[in-house]
């Protein structure tokens, strides 16, 4: 299948490691060209030179903290100076820290609404004017399957992931028109380094092992086993898709049937 992304501009957050780096390897392979963005400018950099001795992309790499505005607006200088448009936004960042509520002081929801929220909002700020002027684009949120049905010890992340759900949701019916879409992807227990920091979290706090708690995991998934990223970057590539122009305003889980609800 032609997913119709040769010349596309993507713009990947978080894109040094985990989700986000299967994401920009999947946009390559396609033959988009790649802005990558994360904190740690040694990572990134690294892997946008393994993205482009591999697929022979065109990848520029800026390091990025979401969470400061600021920053988003040098990210965006930087990519309109290199390519003069974003074509695909997919929004992306680490999660918040695991625990129960009053674990968390009040400075963790202003970190989590910044760092998982806020930077959602100021990422699709700055690259919807040209979309809509072009009348063409796609935003893609990096979700999770708490939204649909919230998970123990995090309720950071289950509370502002809730939050980019409901603001996508609201925002594809405003820009519809325009040909742009706004879609949630829903990633289930994949193998990253964020799923083995909450499998020691869990552990730690129910005085068992990462083993024991991987394997409660994967006795709920109905595949019976963990997803690999690369899975899930297939997903959010076909939603960058010119094939997926009508789909928008949904959340799509890629969780091994994780999620029991109907729909």
């Known amino acids: ?7 596309k501009v993507a713009l990947v957050a978080a894109s040094s490691r985990g989700l986000g780096r299967a994401v ?18 040694n990572v990134l950099e690294e892997t946008a030179a393994a993205i482009r ?5 065109n990848v520029i790499a800026v390091a990025t903290d979401v969470s400061d505005p600021t920053a988003i607006e040098r990210l965006w200088t930087a990519a309109h100076n290199e390519f003069g448009r974003v074509d695909i936004l997919v929004t992306n960042a680490g ?6 509520f009053e674990s968390h002081p009040s400075s963790a929801w202003s970190d989590a609404l910044r760092l998982n929220f806020e930077s959602v909002v100021n990422l699709t700020r700055a690259v919807l004017p040209g979309m809509k002027e072009r009348r063409w684009g796609r935003i893609i949120n990096i979700t999770s399957i708490a939204v ?8 950071l992340s289950n509370s502002v992931r809730a939050a980019v ?3 996508a949701r609201t925002l594809a019916n405003e820009v519809a028109t325009y040909g742009v879409t706004v879609n949630c992807v829903m990633p289930g227990y994949t193998l990253t ?3 083995a920091e909450l499998a020691a979290s869990n552990a730690k706090q129910r005085e068992t092992s990462v083993e024991a708690v991987t394997g409660a995991w994967e006795s709920q998934i109905p595949m019976a086993r963990l997803g690999t990223p690369r899975e899930f970057a297939a997903m959010v ?10 789909t928008t305003g949904a959340s799509i889980p890629v969780d091994g049937g994780w999620i029991r609800a109907l729909v």
């Open 1 to 7: 299948m032609d997913l119709g992304l040769r010349g």
């Open 24 to 41: 920009a390897e999947e946009l390559a392979a396609e033959g988009a060209s790649l802005v990558l963005c994360a904190r740690s400018r």
């Open 53 to 57: 001795k591999t697929t022979g992309a």
């Open 95 to 100: 999660g918040p820290p695991a625990g129960p």
């Open 148 to 155: 649909k049905q919230p998970v123990d010890n995090l309720i």
């Open 165 to 167: 759900t409901g603001f």
């Open 193 to 195: 380094d964020r799923i």
């Open 237 to 246: 590539a076909f939603l960058a898709s010119e094939r997926a122009s009508y």
